[in-house]
């Protein structure tokens, strides 16, 4: 439901290819057979999850479809990330009643904004030559 790929496909080999016209049919095949339960567990996943794999399943299909194979999602998702900060903190301000939360919220968001830059860095600098060159120096439990 979340991968947009049948159970043979997640658990094979093939989930890193394309949907196929059969693969498709399949996958809507057994999506209307599962739709009670699909609609049972919908039911028990807050509304802003639900908004966040939706929002997640669109930027994936956006990507996918312009074929942007250098961020690998990477890009939208720090997008929609600071969007949805910004979203976040203007409505902490509009609840704000004194001076000091006004600090600590505009404090918050600009460290939460920094993060986001340096996350955004480092991805960067991964897909650099001396990004994989550094990784290698790593020992192999360390992920990156």
């Known amino acids: 439901m979340v991968a947009s790929r049948t159970w043979d496909d997640i658990t094979g080999s093939g989930i890193a290819d394309k949907n196929s016209n059969l693969d498709v049919?399949?996958?809507q095949e057994e999506a209307v057979r599962q739709i009670p339960e699909i609609?049972?567990?919908l039911n028990y996943i807050p509304r802003q999850l639900i908004?966040?794999?939706k929002t997640n399943d669109l930027l994936r299909g956006i990507e996918c479809s312009l074929l942007?194979?250098?961020t690998q999602g990477v890009g939208t998702f720090m997008n929609m990330a600071r969007y949805c900060l910004s979203a976040l903190t203007t409505h902490k301000l509009q609840?704000?009643?004194s001076l000091r939360k006004t600090i600590v919220i505009y404090y918050t968001f600009t460290v939460c904004l920094v993060k986001l830059k340096l996350l955004?860095?480092?991805y960067w600098f991964s897909?650099?030559?001396l990004g994989g060159y550094c990784e290698k120096l790593l020992p192999s439990h360390v992920v990156v």
């Open 25 to 27: 049919n399949r996958l």
């Open 51 to 53: 908004l966040i794999l």
């Open 39 to 41: 609609s049972q567990v």
């Open 68 to 70: 942007n194979k250098n």
């Open 120 to 122: 955004r860095f480092l």
């Open 127 to 129: 897909l650099t030559r």
């Open 95 to 97: 609840k704000s009643t």
